[in-house]
C-alpha cells in the first residue's frame, strides 16, 4: 500500500528493534547505517534501532544520518543500541580462561583488542564447549541519555583486557551496575535464552524451561518489566522451538513479548550480495564452517529468511509463512501484539533524542569568585611580565585583542583546562611543542 507520495505504507505498525550494519558487524551486517534507515523510511517505517555486535561504531552514521533526513522533512527516529556478548559470570570465566591459559597444550595466546567484532555465527548458534569462546547475544537499547552513557559504559568494560578474549563481554554484575535508561531483549539463536537451549536441549525439556527460568528471574530482577522475550521469524526448526519456549515464559512470569526481523541488509534485493560477503569473511578466516558451501543459493527462498528492515505487514506475512512451513501453530493476536509492541517501544519508551555532544570542561581551572577570561587574563600578563613585555605597547595591544577573540567565542575555560594539562604534564615528563 503506498500513500500519496508513493512511499509504502504498512497495516499493522512495527519498528525494527535488532539491525546490523556493515559498520559494527563486519562480514555479517551489509550497507551502511544510512542505507537501512533510507529503506525502512521508503519501506513504511518511521524509525529503526543500530544493534552491531560489540560496539556502537555505527552511531555517529545514525546521528548525522537522521539530522539530514530531519532537513529533507523525512520524521524518521534513530535508536541506538547494541547486541552486547553476554555471559552469567565474568569472574568465574576469567578464572577458567586463566586457567586454560596456564595449560602448555592449549597453546592460547592473548589476542590484542580492536573496536571491532567479527561475529562467528556457526559457533555462537550451538552449545559452546570452549570456555574460552563463551559468549550469548543480549540486545540492549538506550531509552534516553542515561540509558547511552549507561551502554557506553557497558561497551567500554566489555572492550577491557580482562573481559576480553576474541570478543568483549559484559555480565550479571555489569548490568546491575549499569542498567538504568536501557530496555533489553533475549536476541537470536545465538542469545542468552537460545543459550539455556543449546546447552540443555540433551537434557529435555525441563532441563531447558528451567534453565530459562532461571535466566528469566534475574533478568526480571535487574530490568523488571525492561525485559523482553524475542521471537524472531524464519524456517530453522530450533527457531519455532526457542520461540515456543519463550512464549511459555510469557505466560508464566508476564514478561513482553517482541518479533524482530534481525535485518543484516539494507533491502530485499541484497541477500546475494550479503552471502557472497559472508563467504569472504569466513575464507579470510581460512576455511568455509562445516555446513555451508562456496557455491550462492539460487534464491533468497533457500536461505530460509528475509533480513532486511521489514514493515509490518512483512512481519506478519514472514511470521504466516514460516510458521506454516515448520508445521508451528502459535497464537494469531499473540504474535500480532509482538509485532505492534515494537511500535509503542519504540516511541512511548525510548525517548526521542540525539545523544550529547556538549563539551564539559573542568571547573577547577577557574578559581573561586572569578571568571574564566578573568583567570586567564591573569595568567597571560604574568607572562607578560616574566618576559620583560609587559611595557610594550605592541605586545598589550596585540594581547588585549586575543584575549577579546577568545572570550567572545567563549574558549578561555578550554585554554585554561589545556594550560592545566600541560602544567601536569611538564610535572612528570619531558614535553615538547605538541
Known sequence: MLNAKGKKMSKIPFVGLHAHSVVGSPFDGLGYPQEHMDYAFENGSDALALTDHGNMNGMAYQVLHAKQMQKEGKNFKPIFGVEAYFLPSLKKWRKEHESAKANKKNKIKDIAQTGTTIEDESSSKRALKNILNRRR????????QVGLNNIFELVSKSFSKENFYRFPRIDYQLLKAHNKGILAASACLGGIYAGNYWENKENGEDAVIDAMRETTCDMLEIFGDRWYGELQWNNIPDQHRLNKYIIQ?????????????????????????????????????????????????????????????????????????????????????????????????????????????????????????????????RICVDQLRAKGTHNNDEYISRLKEELEVIDDRGFSKYFLTMNAIAERANENQLTGAG
Open 137 to 144: 547475544h543480549l540486545i540492549l537499547l538506550a531509552q534516553n
Open 249 to 377: 515464559l510469557h505466560y508464566e512470569f508476564g514478561i513482553p513479548l517482541i518479533s524482530t526481523a534481525d535485518s543484516h541488509y539494507p533491502n530485499p534485493h541484497s541477500w546475494k550480495d550479503r552471502e557472497l560477503y559472508k563467504r569472504l569473511g569466513w575464507l579470510g578466516k581460512g576455511s568455509l564452517p562445516t555446513w555451508a558451501t562456496s557455491e550462492l543459493p539460487e534464491g533468497v527462498k533457500e536461505i530460509g529468511y528475509e533480513l532486511y528492515p521489514k514493515n509490518g505487514d512483512q512481519m506478519w506475512e514472514s511470521y504466516k509463512l514460516y510458521s506454516e512451513k515448520g508445521g508451528v501453530k502459535y497464537d494469531d493476536d499473540l504474535i500480532r501484539q509482538s509485532i505492534e509492541d515494537t511500535y509503542n517501544i519504540a516511541h512511548n519508551r525510548i525517548e526521542n533524542f540525539l545523544p550529547d555532544n556538549e563539551v564539559r570542561l573542568p571547573s577547577f581551572v577557574v578559581p573561586a569568585g572569578t571568571t574564566a577570561t578573568q583567570t586567564l587574563t
